[in-house]
């Protein structure tokens, strides 16, 4: 990549879209925060503004630092306005056809040397990037929820990424303040294999009455430093989200460690998943 990272669009407003566009504009970078309505955009610019003045009543962020990254952020609901960009990311739903479509419209609009990247948490950034013209600037950067405070970003290198993608991207992850690992493109990447592991295992002990959730949260919590027990994490996330993960995972691995739990697809046909819905594991 010829030219360095200035312009960054990311696709997606919601959960991980609003939380990547944050911390890309807080440290600098110019931002194109791109969904399928404008209102849709402008409800995740409104999340940024909630947590930067956050920070500012915490003491961790200035007034003055809140409003330039205010101002560098700039709500789109076309596609093609991801034109100038030298690094898209998507922060779409966890579905290969969708994003693979997504690459494919990016391939027409970019310019060639322009850095395409997946959010993704667990699907083939091979499969993702043969969807893409030039599937060398085709790279994984696996972000972590909220965004703006963990520290973890996971680069998943594709069949095709090229040695020059990966550069781009770990100078940009460095910018950002993130803390990287680099992966190869495997069902699941690191960080979505072991957490997802360790989700579906709680579930089943829940499921067989070992212990209740919050006891089993409390056991990882205290017992290993986890800052959020895996069943109140699956509710953060998502349980029909954790459950198509699981489900890729299975599909991909055939290992019984990822066969998803009776309880998991109960709770989720019965409309019960996580926090966005006000009950899961947990009720809110």
């Known amino acids: ?59 961790k962020v200035t007034p003055a630092q809140r409003d330039l990254a205010l101002s560098r952020i700039t709500c789109v609901d076309q596609l093609s306005a991801m034109a100038p960009c030298h690094l898209v990311i998507e922060a779409i739903p966890e579905k290969l056809a969708l994003k693979q479509d997504t690459f494919k419209a990016l391939s027409q609009i970019v310019s060639v040397d322009c850095v395409l990247a997946s959010n993704t948490s667990s699907l083939s950034l091979t499969e993702i990037a043969a969807a893409a013209t030039h599937p060398g600037r085709v790279v994984g950067l696996h972000f972590f929820n909220p965004v703006h405070l ?16 990966l550069a781009a991207v770990q100078a940009f992850g460095e910018t950002i303040k993130k803390e990287l690992i680099v992966v190869k493109d495997s069902p699941g990447f690191a960080s979505s294999r072991l957490g997802v592991a360790l989700g579906l295992e709680a579930t089943r002990m829940l499921e067989e009455g070992v212990a209740s959730a919050l006891d089993i949260d409390r056991a990882m919590e205290l017992g290993y430093g986890h800052p959020m027990g895996p069943l109140k994490l699956g509710d953060l996330v998502g349980l029909d989200v954790r459950l198509a993960i699981a489900e890729y995972l299975y599909a991909e691995t055939g290992s019984p460690t990822f066969r998803p739990p009776q309880l998991l697809k109960k709770l989720v046909r019965a409309g019960k998943l996580g926090r966005k819905s006000g009950e899961g594991f947990y009720r809110y």
């Open 150 to 165: 963990m520290k973890l970003l996971e680069v998943v290198r594709a069949f095709q990424t090229s040695e020059e993608t």
């Open 1 to 59: 990549m010829s030219r360095p990272i200035t312009h960054v669009g990311v696709l997606g407003a919601g959960t991980m879209g609003h939380g990547i566009a944050h911390v890309a504009a807080f440290h600098g970078f110019t931002v194109l925060l791109y969904d399928v309505t404008l209102q849709a955009a402008q409800a995740g610019l409104a999340k940024i503004q909630k947590n930067l003045d956050v920070g500012v009543d915490k003491g």
